[in-house]
């Protein structure tokens, strides 16, 4: 093949800047972002952005503070790369402010499903799942709780100021009680998610 079709087009220079919310601090340190709320519910999260390859620094501009990412040389993908770094540090800006909350049903037909909720919130234990004996236990990450919904019977509501910890958490949940070897159409048997969203109402 021509040497020309191997090279791909690269773009001298991908740019964002992501504003620095009211109340925030931002910390970055050799790709390590820590966000630091400084009014309300004081809390900080810390996300590791190494792996991306980017550069990643805190800038004042006349519209305010911003945290502006830059890649030289990059391709494609890593254009795409430089906009989801961008919506995870936004997101934990939003983590801080309005939490994270993802709530789940539990589903079945004959056999009753049995989530007890150990440790605070910590650990999650699912009993009788299609008449198992057997208990599955999941620890859940650090910063994330779960606990029973006051309003509607047979549900699981987790938060968090992390989405990813939180969004996990939810997906271990609803793999524990997976029915295997039968048709997923007919076994509706489960864990599943019905809404997810922010704890708090955005003012």
């Known amino acids: 093949p021509s040497p020309w079709r ?3 087009m690269k773009t001298l220079l991908v740019e964002r ?5 009211e109340g925030f601090d931002v910390k970055i340190k050799s790709g390590i972002v820590t966000v630091i709320q400084l009014e309300g519910e004081k809390g900080e999260l810390t996300k590791n952005f190494k792996h991306a390859k980017l550069s990643i620094t805190k800038e004042e501009t006349k519209d305010g503070p911003v945290v502006r990412l830059k890649k030289w040389m990059s391709t494609r ?4 790369v430089v906009r989801t770094i961008g919506s995870k540090i936004t997101n934990m800006f939003k983590g801080l402010k309005l939490g994270y909350q993802y709530k789940m049903r539990l589903v079945y037909n004959h056999f009753p499903i049995q989530a007890s909720i150990e ?16 208990t599955k236990v999941c620890k859940l990450p650090e910063g994330v709780t779960c606990e029973r919904s006051t309003e509607v019977k047979d549900e699981l509501v987790f938060t968090g100021a992390d989405i990813d910890k939180v969004s996990q958490s ?16 007919k076994f509706l048997d489960g864990i599943y998610v019905s809404e997810s969203g ?4 955005e003012e």
Not at 170 to 185: G, P, S, T
């Open 170 to 185: 939810a997906a271990q949940v609803h793999h524990l009680a997976r029915v295997r070897n039968k048709d997923i159409r």
């Open 77 to 80: 993908k890593g254009a795409a």
């Open 119 to 134: 440790d605070g919130g910590k650990r999650v234990e699912i009993r009788n799942f299609v008449g198992q004996k057997m």
């Open 17 to 21: 800047d992501i504003p620095i919310p």
């Open 6 to 8: 191997l090279q791909t």
């Open 198 to 201: 922010h704890i708090r109402e």
